[in-house]
């Protein structure tokens, strides 16, 4: 018997899909080129100046001429400059630098744009994934990612003062007066540097997997001097701590798990009564239809997939690859966790925000 069958969207024309191919590959190139300008500080020194030529804004950056010549190019053909002519010179519109340097806003979209060239940086070893399975070295994604974040760290930074850390009743007024905080996949400690130096009274203990990125974020500790902060190499799903935190951070970590569930059992012993946990994850349903209506699906999609390829094969039936908000929301639940709130914040379309909460007078 014939079922009907409904697929998500009809196809173009061969016209129109051509076309469409053409933009993804133009705009493909000026993604790079302008991930390129915010790593060598060209458009930083455009918003710097009503306009200036091509050998001014190398002069300014401390760049080659040359080459910035070509960069130019691009980003006038690419409509992210305009050029005037009869003088020669280069200018970025005010409301371009207003969304590229975050003038104003709380997301800098030249930052983000780096997620494309950084992630590119695996293609060999996702198609040898794709050929003979996972999984992806984890290692080297984690290195990737905190590159990002560290090149991002000011977009991040306003945004957990402005955006998240809001989201915990009288949590920026705590701090001040001193909590014990952790924070689970660190990384290179960008996060929790900040923390410690703003709120001295609090003491803060960050685990990650990757030696690598605990030595780092141990050097920059050492080199500030600051006693209230500790980084820790440990496997995630193994915790050791038993009512010891009033406050657990899981950033952007849970999906490149292999055992997310796990994590969150050991998250809720090592919470205080009344402590609170505050997680950010990818902004994934189960259900493909309500996916396809994000305005960053596909961007949304292709972490995804990297994530799960970093985590797949590491153990058997590993539910990572998986995860999704409505899991998250049931895991925590069926674990005990209380108050379990998810929000969406205006300086990340990409992530789910999950503020949950440990029993009072329960203790492990």
Same mark, same amino acid.
């Given at each position: 018997m014939m079922t009907e069958t409904t697929f998500t969207s009809g196809f173009d024309s061969t016209t129109q899909i051509e076309s469409r191919l053409q933009q993804m590959i133009n705009q493909g /190139?000026?993604?790079?080129? !302008? /991930?390129?300008?915010? %790593?060598?500080?060209?458009?930083r &020194?455009?918003?710097? &100046? @009503?306009?200036?030529?091509?050998?001014?804004?190398?002069?300014?950056a401390g760049l080659q001429t040359r080459h910035v010549e070509d960069w130019l190019a691009v980003m006038t053909t690419g409509g992210i400059l305009e050029y005037d002519s009869l003088f020669q010179t280069y200018r970025l519109p005010a409301? *371009?630098?207003?969304?590229?340097? *975050? %003038?104003?806003?709380?997301?800098?979209?030249?930052? /983000?744009?780096?997620? &494309?060239? !950084? /992630?590119?940086? !695996?293609? @060999?070893?996702? &198609?040898?994934?794709?050929?003979a399975g996972g999984p992806l070295p984890s290692d080297l994604f984690s290195q990737l990612q905190s590159q990002l974040l560290e090149d991002n760290s000011v977009s991040i930074m306003n945004g957990l003062f402005k955006h998240v850390l809001p989201l915990v009743p009288r949590l920026i007024m705590q701090l001040c007066e001193g909590r014990d905080v952790l924070e689970l996949g660190c990384g290179a400690g960008h996060t929790l540097i900040e923390l410690a130096r703003t709120f001295p009274a609090s003491r803060f203990v960050g685990y990650d997997s990757s030696a690598t990125l605990i030595e780092k974020a141990s050097r920059s500790v050492a080199e500030e001097q600051l006693e209230n902060v500790t980084f820790i190499q440990r496997d995630l799903s193994v915790i050791h701590a038993i009512d010891s935190f009033d406050l657990i951070l899981a950033l952007d970590v849970l999906q490149d798990q292999a055992r997310p569930t796990r994590v969150l059992d050991q998250v809720l012993t090592a919470l205080r009564p009344g402590g609170t946990f !505050?997680?950010? @994850?990818l902004a994934r349903s %189960?259900?493909?239809?309500?996916?396809? *209506?994000?305005?960053?699906?596909?961007l949304m999609h292709s972490i995804s997939s990297l994530r799960s390829m970093a985590i797949v094969d590491r153990e058997q039936n590993a539910d990572g690859s998986r995860w999704c908000q409505e899991m998250a929301l049931q895991t925590l639940q069926e674990l005990g966790y209380e108050s379990i709130d998810v929000h969406t914040l205006p300086h990340d379309l990409v992530s789910d925000y999950y503020v949950a909460s440990k029993p009072r007078g329960i203790a492990s």
């Open positions: /190139s000026l993604t790079l080129m !302008l /991930s390129i300008g915010y %790593r060598t500080g060209l458009i &020194v455009l918003g710097e &100046v @009503d306009a200036a030529t091509s050998e001014e804004v190398a002069e300014r409301e *371009q630098a207003a969304v590229l340097l *975050q %003038r104003g806003r709380t997301h800098a979209y030249a930052a /983000s744009v780096q997620w &494309v060239s !950084l /992630s590119g940086k !695996l293609e @060999d070893e996702i &198609v040898t994934c794709f050929r !505050l997680m950010q @994850d %189960r259900n493909r239809e309500l996916n396809l *209506q994000h305005p960053l699906a596909a």
